[in-house]
């Protein structure tokens, strides 16, 4: 009994020291950017801590006892729509100001759109003031991607992507939960406190801009280097748009954690509900630890091969989770899935860069944040569909799985036919 309490202390032991050398090298790497994708790390994540009000809209509408199950629908639909418009526009948008221009307007039509919502009447103008919200929202997002690139060399970008999504995800699991606390308190002034966080973020990055932007500011690019020059044919338009496409089944996969997983788990399954919150944990953590030091292992990979690698462990992940019936099984497919999330997205990102010329960067950017938007408007209603169609809640899952596993297939298939590049 001795020797196995020995055996069991020390594999904790390992484990701890496992997570915390994770940890540290997540943090060096963090610090290793150079001064203008540090400022951009620290800004992604304040912003992403305001995402408060969004998480609370549909509550906060259902509190106006005047609105209708379906103009709730619409407003919070308007937002969806909103964030789509600015990811189609980004392109012209970024060729008449630069990406940290973009930036800046993005977060003060934000803050300010934030103060009126809580004072319109039932309508139009709450679906016009919503649209205006999704755009202000998203345009953050592929200025900040234009902006990874503009100020990383190729051989780090997958890292700096990586850094970007970290960014993401440590404010994305603060925001909403400190917005639940403001709104259980007082449901008004959880747009208020939101509005506040967006104008600290403002305010951040608009004074780093101006300090890094100064006659020391060469030496703080020294590190990076020159763009390769691909040759001409790598920057044909067949290689984006074949990625866009074989990438969407990806975004569809991908939003069913965060759309439908607890409907799924509690209603489907009939599992207790803390079993969704261990599945949210499992990502979370996995995500924060893993994500760069995997990551910095494969940044001497092509982003094409990195692709297969996440297809390839997606695919398994989703099809797992529909099989799975029972809560620890639905932890390891989340583990697997997860594990494909943090590797794919980065890479995708990064193949994007290469692979697009150089007036078409912001606008492929653009359409890749697209995507995901596509994926979190349509999953819903297409999980709502197959599932009435077959009686199987797990249906969708196993379906999405397949699919992504048929698109790791042609991802192959497209690259052997010269309609991908292996950068």
């Known amino acids: 009994m001795i020797k196995y309490s020995v055996i069991v202390k020390q594999l904790r032991q390992k484990k701890t020291r496992f997570i915390l050398s994770m940890l ?33 809209l549909s509550a906060w509408l259902y509190a106006q006892e005047e609105l209708l199950a379906y103009q709730v629908g619409v407003i919070v639909g308007a937002f969806g729509i909103g964030a789509l418009v600015s990811d189609l526009l980004i392109s012209p948008i970024l060729r008449i100001m630069s990406a940290s221009q973009a930036i800046k307007s993005g977060l003060y039509i934000y803050a300010i759109v934030l103060l009126f919502i809580p004072h319109l009447e039932k309508g139009y103008s709450l679906v016009l003031m919503t649209l205006i919200w999704g755009m202000a929202y998203e345009i953050f997002t592929p200025s900040a991607f234009s902006m990874t690139i503009e100020h990383s060399a190729e051989e780090n970008r997958k890292v700096a992507f990586s850094c970007n999504r970290l960014a993401i995800n440590i404010g994305m699991a603060i925001g909403p939960a400190l917005g639940g606390l403001v709104f259980a308190f007082q449901s008004d002034l959880v747009f208020y406190v939101n509005s506040g966080v967006v104008l600290i973020t403002l305010i951040y990055f608009s004074v780093m801009q101006r300090q890094l932007v100064s006659p020391s500011d060469r030496s703080t690019r020294r590190d990076l280097k020159p763009e390769q020059n691909h040759q001409e044919s790598t920057n044909r338009p067949v290689y984006f748009w074949s990625s866009f496409f074989l990438s969407l089944p990806i975004h569809l996969a991908y939003a069913l954690p965060p759309t439908v997983l607890s409907v799924y788990m509690v209603n489907g399954l009939g599992l207790e509900a803390y079993w969704v919150s261990f599945v949210y944990i499992t990502n979370a953590l996995l995500v924060t630890f893993f994500e760069l030091p995997i990551n910095n292992y494969m940044k001497h990979m092509t982003s094409y091969v990195s692709m297969l690698v996440g297809y390839l462990l997606g695919a398994m992940g989703f099809i797992t989770m529909g099989i799975a019936q029972i809560g620890p099984m639905l932890i390891l497919a989340t583990v697997i899935w997860t594990l494909g999330e943090l590797i794919v997205f980065p890479s995708l990102l990064d193949y994007i860069s290469k692979s697009s010329g150089k007036g078409k960067k912001s606008r492929n950017l653009g359409l890749h944040s697209a995507g995901v938007n596509i994926g979190i408007i349509f999953t819903p209603a297409i999980v709502s569909l197959l599932t009435v169609q077959t009686g199987d809640p797990s249906f969708a899952w196993v379906s999405a799985g397949a699919l992504v596993f048929i698109s790791m297939v042609m991802l192959y298939l497209s690259e052997k036919a010269h309609f991908l590049k292996r950068v």
């Open 24 to 56: 540290r090298q997540s943090f060096q790497l963090v610090r290793s950017l150079n001064p203008q994708l540090r400022v951009l790390f620290v800004t992604t994540l304040i912003y992403r801590v305001s995402t408060m009000a969004f998480p609370f």
